[in-house]
DNA sequence: CAATGTGTTGAC
DNA sequence: TCAACACATTGG
């Protein structure tokens, strides 16, 4: 929505900067050359510093020989602490490229820490690459049938949802509970301003599917939206089958989804250590309880302003050792 | 010794 | 929040 004010940016002062009058031989070198971009600073060998602030507090993003390159470290670093919004030297990341789709989902899916260590290690670009292949893969990326045992890296599983109703009707969207949303499919960190991404889930035969993944504002829920009805179509799913989802343990950290029908136990179901409990009822989050009525349809309540699901950010106090 | 990046300040 | 600047700390 805000797509159209990001505007940009190079430094309004650059332009006029004077360099150094100097007033005669005595006027040393003593000032270092400024940099025309944002959270770039200049170092007295020449090469770049980047850094972003948080909190009152310098986050160092490492040095740089290329002025360019430490202002799109900066950049990424904008994108993980600050959200959609941020004001960047570069990017405005159109979420609407599959590419650049990737970027994102690989940023937010990374601590603040984890992000900055890349940075400051120059490991990013080379991440994000592996990432890539797991995400928003373009269809050049074949994948195995991932069938059996062998062979390749394993998967770990993330979770399951018992669909409900709504799940399954023509509703076409997979509500995804909060708790698991956030802790495997982290979205974009300032509650608004996040329109989604796209996921690439492989079936077990191979198939990938893909789903535009959302926050909802006004349900307060992350949900799979389009693309969803054509898995519950082919799959026949129905209200009460099991959904899996997991994810390459490797390198590549592929996604797939899984399916199950619904267990023939009437009242309690539960099915190979699949958690088929009922819909959640309540649930606490970063200290904020939660309550979360059934999957209605006309479950319209007021919205209710929670805090929003930012980053604990718990390690960004003073300066971050051994953090990693 | 050179490079890094922290301490610190003042402008915005 | 931010960059400028000085220099303590780090690392080879």
Do not use: C
């Amino acid at each position: 929505m805000l797509a159209s004010s990001e505007k940009m940016q190079r430094m309004g002062s650059g332009a006029s900067v004077v360099l150094d009058p100097e007033h005669g031989p005595e006027a040393e070198s003593r000032k270092l050359p400024s940099s025309q971009f944002k959270g770039v600073v200049p170092q007295p060998n020449g090469r770049w510093g980047a850094q972003i602030y948080e909190k009152h507090q310098r986050v160092w993003l490492g040095t740089f020989n290329d002025e360019a390159e430490a202002a799109r470290a900066y950049d990424v670093a904008a994108q993980r602490f600050r959200g959609r919004d941020a004001v960047t030297n570069f990017r405005p990341l159109s979420e609407s490229d599959s590419h650049n789709t990737a970027e994102l989902l690989f940023i937010n899916s990374h601590s603040k820490a984890e992000i900055v260590d890349m940075l400051r290690k120059h490991t990013y670009s080379e991440e994000l690459q592996q990432s890539r292949r797991a995400y928003g893969a373009p269809p050049a990326a074949p994948r195995r049938p991932a069938g059996g045992a062998g062979g390749g890296a394993a998967r770990e599983h993330l979770f399951d949802k018992t669909v409900t109703p709504s799940d399954v009707g023509k509703l076409n969207r997979l509500v995804i509970p909060k708790q698991h949303a956030e802790k495997y499919f982290p979205l974009n960190i300032d509650g608004v301003g996040s329109k989604g991404v796209l996921l690439n889930l492989e079936d077990l035969t191979g198939k990938t599917w893909r789903f535009r993944y959302s926050y909802w504002n006004s349900s307060q829920s992350y949900v799979l939206t389009k693309g969803w009805s054509r898995f519950v179509k082919e799959k026949s799913l129905k209200a009460g089958d099991v959904v899996s989802f997991q994810r390459s343990t490797g390198l590549d950290r592929q996604l797939f989804i899984g399916w199950k029908p619904r267990s023939t136990s009437p009242s309690v179901p539960e099915v190979q250590g699949f958690n088929l409990a009922g819909p959640i009822r309540v649930m606490r989050l970063f200290g904020v309880t939660i309550a979360k009525a059934t999957e209605e349809e006309g479950n319209k309540r007021k919205e209710m302003e929670l805090s929003p699901p930012q980053d604990p950010s718990p390690l960004w106090k003073k300066r971050f050792v051994g953090v990693f």
